[in-house]
């Protein structure tokens, strides 16, 4: 398997267009592409497009990345990576959080991130190429290890007939998948933003397909809720 080369960025390469923001060449050409890639498809979008978005010559994006797909790759991986970084901080927590609690916050803390996410690239997840290019192998790796992580809790909190019915990864893979409807629900409206209360109810949904009962859920969510800012960079409205 080939490894992906990762470029770097000098100092004074020239621009058609003089950068005035605090945003590197880099962020601004993954936010440039986002944009392409999800309004107009990302076959139809090309690099020499996106450069010109930015406002550089084409030679300076291949700079920073070999092409396309290495930009689509990247855009991928910061729709999941924010979760995977939190995994770990969520499972130290227990004890004295209950898996019930951990299981909960780490869909909010998903849903959360799939609906802050730029210009909802996660409907990017199915394009053909995603599935088999050695340049997503990375983004992949980790879509995989979240789903795991699902698996994990679920595993610890489904009941007896659920266990009985369904093997641990399709929990996990089926956990996913629901947190993962909020990629629809932005594609049906770009300008929607996901309320609170939609993402406690997914977040409900989920331990309820594991078959916890509703006294545990309830005793979960307002913990989960209560430690939801401690994971993200911003504030949640408290329940109305």
């Not at 010109?52 to 920073?64: C, E, F, K, N, P």
Request: charged share 25%; aromatic share 6%; with cysteine.
């Amino acid at each position: 398997m080939g490894h992906m080369t990762t470029r770097r960025s000098r100092p004074g390469r020239p621009r058609h267009v003089p950068d005035s923001s605090t945003t590197s060449p880099r962020d601004q050409i993954l936010d440039a592409a986002s944009r392409l890639f999800v309004s107009q498809g990302f076959a139809a979008t090309s690099t020499r497009e996106i450069a010109d978005m930015v406002g550089i010559r084409q030679a300076s994006l291949y700079y920073h990345f070999a092409g396309k797909d290495e930009i689509l790759a990247e855009l991928l991986r910061r729709s999941v990576r924010p979760t995977t970084d939190k995994v770990h901080e969520i499972l130290a927590q227990v004890p004295p959080l209950d898996y019930e609690t951990a299981l909960y916050l780490l869909v909010l803390v998903d849903v959360r991130t799939l609906a802050d996410v730029p210009h909802n690239v996660g409907m990017l997840y199915q394009l053909p190429d995603v599935a088999k290019c050695e340049v997503y192998d990375e983004f992949r790796t980790e879509h995989d290890e979240l789903s795991e992580h699902y698996a994990r809790l679920a595993g610890e909190v489904a009941s007896k007939t659920v266990r009985s019915a369904i093997s641990f990864k399709q929990l996990g893979d089926l956990l996913i998948q629901m947190v993962e409807a909020v990629i629809n629900m932005r594609t049906e409206n770009p300008n929607r933003r996901i309320p609170c209360s939609e993402a406690w109810a997914i977040a409900a949904s989920c331990l309820r397909i594991c078959g916890v009962d509703q006294a545990k859920i309830e005793a979960a969510a307002p913990i989960a809720i209560d430690l939801l800012p401690r994971f993200m960079e911003d504030k949640v409205a408290e329940p109305a």
